[in-house]
């Protein structure tokens, strides 16, 4: 299986297309996204394990989110079971999606840490984070290069994160070639996810302006533009089932 390569100006359709998901049942997606956010801080207010834990059960949400935008592209009914709908299949493969994503995590922070950034890294783990900007700006002055590692490595960690809960849920793809394949489709299409992540920055930008009142429907719309920019991107098994086999002539 592999990643198809789409123009540039994609990446502004996945975004309307995301929107003609969202105004199908727009109520209901602020309830399904607000109960996953909800049970997110939750989690990671129990102490030492609660973060982790999220990082593992965020693959499961997001399935069952990608789960109720694919209902809706077939004219079904959103509902909020299909929020659960990754805690019914494919679970462990897309805890494990998780995993490996809290793996890099600790990995990244491990090597900032070996380049000088510890300080940094104590900062931005701690839970009341210090009110003199000084302190904050010797942190990063000191972390050097480490930070700039760290961002790339993040970002990257990100790409591999991106696609992989649904390459595992729907394409049935072990979580590790989920991750593999997810990074692939970023660099076979960065013009496409430059233009969808420049308009997604300025949508940000505008949504802030009325007292960040915009979240409230921007959050929803890139949720389901994740599921636009996937089927552009990766057929479904079905659809690669009833591709035609090439004739003799055609190999």
């Known amino acids: ?143 050097g290069a480490a930070v700039l590692v760290g961002i790339a490595l993040f970002c990257l960690l990100m790409m591999a994160a991106q696609f992989s809960p649904m390459l595992v849920y729907y394409n049935r793809l072990s979580p590790f070639e989920a991750m593999k394949l997810s990074l692939r489709a970023f660099f076979n299409n960065i013009g496409a996810m430059f233009v969808y992540g420049m308009t997604a920055l300025l949508l940000a930008i505008l949504a802030t302006v009325p007292m960040m009142m915009g979240w409230i429907i921007l959050i929803p719309v890139m949720v389901t533009s994740i599921y636009a920019c996937y089927r552009d991107i990766f057929p479904f098994p079905e659809e690669t089932a009833e591709q035609p086999a090439p004739t003799e002539t055609e190999a």
Request: net charge negative.
């Open 1 to 143: 299986m592999e990643a198809k390569h789409v123009t540039a100006e994609r990446g502004w359709v996945w975004i309307k297309q995301g929107w003609a998901l969202f105004i199908k049942s727009p109520v209901l997606w602020l309830v399904l996204l607000l109960i996953a956010f909800g049970a997110a801080v939750l989690l990671s207010m129990i102490p030492v394990v609660g973060q982790p834990l999220a990082t593992l059960l965020g693959p499961v949400v997001m399935a069952g989110l990608m789960s109720g935008c694919r209902a809706l592209e077939q004219d079904e009914e959103l509902e909020l079971a299909h929020l659960f709908s990754g805690f019914q299949q494919q679970t462990t493969q897309l805890i494990t999606v998780g995993g490996l994503s809290l793996l890099g995590q600790f990995l990244i922070v491990g090597l900032m840490i070996g380049m000088g950034a510890s300080s940094l890294v104590s900062l931005m783990m701690s839970d009341t984070p210090p009110h003199d900007a000084s302190v904050i700006a010797e942190a990063f002055a000191g972390a």
